[in-house]
């Protein structure tokens, strides 16, 4: 019988070369996955599907998990406010995980053999979809023809063109990865860091100038309505925000970090949505919780990102860490009001129920309700206390 492999296929050059090189040089029946986490159009993967078959393939498959994606994954984003480094909404970083669950699931279904991905030695993927199928699907082999024989981008073109396929991958100057949480740019002006990337190599052009009031309303952390329409659907939700804010170049950044392996990483980035949606739901929480409640989330929304970003999703303290991130938007509810305009937004203001703002003990930098002048001066005496006792001990050291 033949070896049963499923490959992890984007339709990208080093899956395409995956593909074939499977079924026509070691005699796979190869079954071809597409894990869409909301970057194909239904154009591309009738493309994608056409292109497997052309490949070799015995049979395609495309997995949707654009929901399970933002249920398990972009709402505790959203509830933390997650940016890797302050900068980056870590958009292929956990699409990849949730890819590589989909997929294992399905190589687990068909009792599979092996399953193969497309990494390269020198990147995060590699680590995500090895240790995703290392712990979900511990008996089938892992296949990684590009990493493991230290393939060029030349070596797989030429052998795709050699057999017949004539896709011209080596003319693409930049690689894209696209999501329903931002598009990652990798390639060209990236690989010098003294460069930026030009307009030419974003995706979505700036179409829009002066500004334009957007409001985005939510419920329990979670978007319930744009400009005054109710959404359901939270995908819709994010892709309606993504339309309004791409038209401005909103989101566009350059990403610096270091990779999982150890090596510093650059990458390009365009995400209106993630930006939008953050920046209004930081700024209503500001509002609506308490000092230690923000603190406390800052922390351990710091380890969710950090733990989504090193493949560690499936470790049991992710869990813990959502409940508290869930726990935590009882209370985050309202309206945010942002202007946009080219290239970056600002909050306007919030209507909130719970608005702590508003409050019958005093308005901040106007007259005292809750307490009297000599309960201030007491209070601030004694909040003083620890440096007096201090300083009176180390006059010497009194800048």
């Given at each position: 019988?033949?070896?049963?492999?499923v490959v992890a296929f984007s339709g990208g050059l080093d899956t395409s070369y995956t593909v074939m090189y499977l079924a026509k040089e070691k005699g796979f029946e190869v079954h071809a996955v597409c894990a869409n986490t909301g970057g194909f159009s239904a154009e591309q993967l009738q493309t994608n599907e056409a292109n497997a078959?052309?490949?070799?393939?015995?049979?395609?498959?495309?997995?949707?998990?654009?929901?399970?994606?933002?249920?398990?994954?972009?709402?505790?984003?959203?509830?933390?406010?997650?940016?890797?480094?302050?900068?980056?909404?870590?958009?292929?970083?956990?699409?990849?995980?949730?890819?590589?669950?989909?997929?294992?699931?399905?190589?687990?279904?068909?009792?599979?053999?092996?399953?193969?991905?497309?990494?390269?030695g020198a990147g995060n993927d590699q680590v995500r979809f090895d240790m995703t199928f290392l712990v979900m699907c511990p008996e089938m082999e892992i296949i990684t023809l590009t990493r493991d024989n230290n393939l060029s981008r030349k070596d797989e073109v030429d052998y795709l063109n050699a057999n017949g396929f004539n896709a011209?991958?080596?003319?693409?100057?930049?690689?894209?990865?696209?999501?329903?949480?931002?598009?990652?740019?990798?390639?060209?002006?990236?690989?010098?860091?003294?460069?930026?990337?030009?307009?030419?190599?974003?995706?979505?052009?700036?179409?829009?100038?002066?500004?334009?009031?957007?409001?985005?309303?939510?419920?329990?952390?979670?978007?319930?309505?744009?400009?005054?329409?109710?959404?359901?659907?939270?995908?819709?939700?994010?892709?309606?925000?993504?339309?309004?804010?791409?038209?401005?170049?909103?989101?566009?950044?350059?990403?610096?970090?270091?990779?999982?392996?150890?090596?510093?990483?650059?990458?390009?980035?365009?995400?209106?949505?993630?930006?939008?949606?953050?920046?209004?739901?930081?700024?209503?929480?500001?509002?609506?919780?308490?000092?230690?409640?923000?603190?406390?989330?800052?922390?351990?929304?710091?380890?969710?990102?950090?733990?989504?970003?090193?493949?560690?999703?499936?470790?049991?303290?992710?869990?813990?860490?959502?409940?508290?991130?869930?726990?935590?938007?009882?209370?985050?509810?309202?309206?945010?009001?942002?202007?946009?305009?080219?290239?970056?937004?600002?909050?306007?203001?919030?209507?909130?129920?719970?608005?702590?703002?508003?409050?019958?003990?005093?308005?901040?930098?106007?007259?005292?309700?809750?307490?009297?002048?000599?309960?201030?001066?007491?209070?601030?005496?004694?909040?003083?206390?620890?440096?007096?006792?201090?300083?009176?001990?180390?006059?010497?050291?009194?800048?």
């Amino acid at each position: 019988m033949k070896k049963k492999v499923v490959v992890a296929f984007s339709g990208g050059l080093d899956t395409s070369y995956t593909v074939m090189y499977l079924a026509k040089e070691k005699g796979f029946e190869v079954h071809a996955v597409c894990a869409n986490t909301g970057g194909f159009s239904a154009e591309q993967l009738q493309t994608n599907e056409a292109n497997a078959y052309k490949l070799g393939a015995t049979k395609y498959v495309t997995i949707d998990v654009t929901k399970e994606y933002y249920d398990k994954s972009l709402k505790y984003m959203v509830w933390g406010n997650v940016l890797r480094n302050g900068t980056y909404p870590i958009s292929v970083s956990s699409e990849r995980l949730f890819q590589g669950m989909a997929i294992a699931r399905y190589a687990q279904e068909i009792e599979a053999d092996a399953i193969a991905h497309g990494s390269t030695g020198a990147g995060n993927d590699q680590v995500r979809f090895d240790m995703t199928f290392l712990v979900m699907c511990p008996e089938m082999e892992i296949i990684t023809l590009t990493r493991d024989n230290n393939l060029s981008r030349k070596d797989e073109v030429d052998y795709l063109n050699a057999n017949g396929f004539n896709a011209d991958f080596a003319k693409l100057k930049y690689s894209y990865n696209v999501g329903i949480w931002g598009t990652s740019i990798c390639g060209g002006e990236i690989l010098d860091s003294k460069q930026g990337l030009p307009e030419s190599a974003y995706l979505k052009q700036i179409s829009n100038q002066g500004s334009e009031i957007l409001s985005i309303g939510f419920k329990n952390g979670e978007i319930e309505s744009i400009n005054g329409k109710q959404y359901d659907d939270k995908i819709a939700a994010i892709a309606k925000i993504e339309t309004i804010g791409c038209k401005y170049g909103i989101g566009r950044d350059m990403h610096v970090g270091d990779t999982i392996i150890g090596i510093k990483g650059r990458v390009g980035f365009e995400a209106a949505a993630p930006m939008l949606i953050i920046g209004a739901h930081k700024f209503l929480e500001k509002f609506t919780l308490s000092k230690w409640q923000q603190y406390w989330k800052d922390q351990v929304a710091n380890w969710y990102g950090m733990f989504l970003h090193e493949s560690q999703y499936l470790e049991p303290v992710m869990r813990d860490i959502e409940a508290m991130l869930e726990s935590s938007q009882r209370n985050v509810n309202g309206i945010v009001t942002l202007e946009l305009r080219p290239y970056c937004f600002s909050t306007v203001g919030v209507d909130s129920p719970g608005d702590l703002v508003k409050s019958k003990l005093g308005e901040y930098g106007e007259t005292q309700k809750g307490w009297s002048a000599e309960e201030a001066k007491g209070f601030i005496k004694v909040s003083s206390t620890p440096l007096r006792v201090y300083y009176g001990n180390h006059k010497d050291e009194m800048i």
